[in-house]
């Protein structure tokens, strides 16, 4: 069992490598979502997978602050049916 509160991922972006973190409850939130029981093996995999192509199917090579554009996307895909803003 991991005990730190963050997780984190080695990606690729463009030719170089990177590391991402994510918050320990949004990667397992997001390897629940994907099927996948948390804090296992199989579920690092999955996860580090759906961020891999999150930034492929993305393809900015240029990117900076990875880490945030990524947990950005995570909450977004994990919210029911999107953020409205207040009131909406």
Known sequence: MNSSSKNTYHVVIGKRRTTVCLDKILSDMVSLMLDSEPE?????????????????RNNDPRR???????REQVILDLAPNGFSGPGG
């Open 40 to 56: 296992t093996s199989e579920a690092v995999s999955t996860v580090r997978k759906y961020l891999q192509e999150k930034l492929d």
């Open 64 to 70: 900076s602050y990875v880490t945030r554009w990524l």
